[in-house]
């Protein structure tokens, strides 16, 4: 248990051991590797992920082969409203066992729904393995959009993919060449504004969170929560999907790195939440 990172088990840095699951996927591919592990192992029948033929506005969709993972790789401009899809997967896909990934405030929708399943019955319990992901904030289309076009001076069409790092925004090129970066400060006027209201940076909701932040480049760090999430991880490794390092327990760029940028969004958030309640404006519920 840690206070700014949520209750784990184990954290660990690691990467998919298959170059073309790395390839394209953001940093160590962990969720495209878990995902296609659990098809091809029988412990899931499918995954909700982000579609990624329109990365530009992505939509949920059903993965359920070893290439619709593969399809939906990397990182996506704006929110995938994954949680609405979940009831479909289960009812007209028949998915009896469904992987999900989402960002930490679609954990807090998909862990109530499956505590207090109004709507939800019988589709929670044929959720089996829930993956989420590092988010500082998140940006609407057209947002991003004006970030790439007009402060990274790219266009859409040429690029490969987008990365948030190092205090910058980062654009990578469909040609190769060396990304464009702009300085975040210049992007949070752009962030939407229920994220100024999130207090949770490392997905604590999950069965393992997974994000670049406390690794080296290329590599993810991953945080066990579950014992589901470290069996899952644990096979994965036993079984040569992935290679792991020790994560950096000390180091600057390393654990205290991810708890300090953890710790800043829930102070900042708290205290935009403080200011929201004293002024009678709605604030979130968590569970
Ligand atoms: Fe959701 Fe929070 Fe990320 Fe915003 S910062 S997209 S509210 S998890």
Not at 112 to 128: M, Q, S
Not at 139 to 149: A, C, D, G, R, W
Request: proline letters at 5%; charged letters at 25%.
């Amino acid at each position: 248990m840690s206070k700014s990172l949520g209750n784990y088990m184990e954290i660990i840095t690691a990467r998919a051991t298959d170059a073309d699951v790395r390839s394209r996927s953001q940093d160590g591919g962990i969720v495209s590797a878990a995902f296609i592990y659990g098809i091809e192992n029988g412990i899931l029948d499918g995954s909700i992920v982000a579609s990624a033929p329109d990365k530009h506005n992505p939509s949920p969709v059903v993965a359920i082969t070893k290439e619709d993972i593969l399809k939906a790789r990397g990182t996506k401009y704006s929110i995938s409203p994954n949680v609405a899809l979940l009831k479909s997967a289960v009812r007209e896909h028949g998915l009896e066992k469904v992987g999900f990934v989402g960002t930490p405030c679609q954990l807090v929708a998909l862990r109530k729904a499956i505590k207090y399943p109004l709507g939800f019955r019988h589709v929670g319990d044929k959720v089996g393995l829930i993956i989420g992901i590092f988010c500082m904030e998140n940006f609407n289309y057209q947002s991003m959009k004006i970030l790439i076009e007009e402060y990274a001076n790219v266009s859409m069409d040429d690029v490969l993919k987008t990365d948030i790092g190092k205090g910058k925004l980062w654009v990578y090129k469909k040609d190769g060449s060396e990304p464009i970066t702009v300085p975040l400060k210049e992007t949070h006027i752009f962030e939407q504004k229920s994220c100024h209201v999130c207090t949770d940076y490392t997905s604590e909701l999950a069965d393992f969170s997974t994000g670049s932040v406390g690794s080296p480049d290329g590599w993810s760090t991953v945080i066990i929560r579950t014992k589901r999430g470290k069996e899952f991880i644990d096979k994965m490794i036993a079984d040569g999907k992935l290679e792991t390092q020790p994560a950096d327990l000390e180091g600057k760029g390393g654990i205290p790195l991810l708890e300090k940028l953890s710790n800043g969004k829930k102070e900042k958030s708290l205290d935009t939440i403080r200011i929201r309640e004293e002024n009678g404006l709605p604030v979130p519920k968590l569970l």
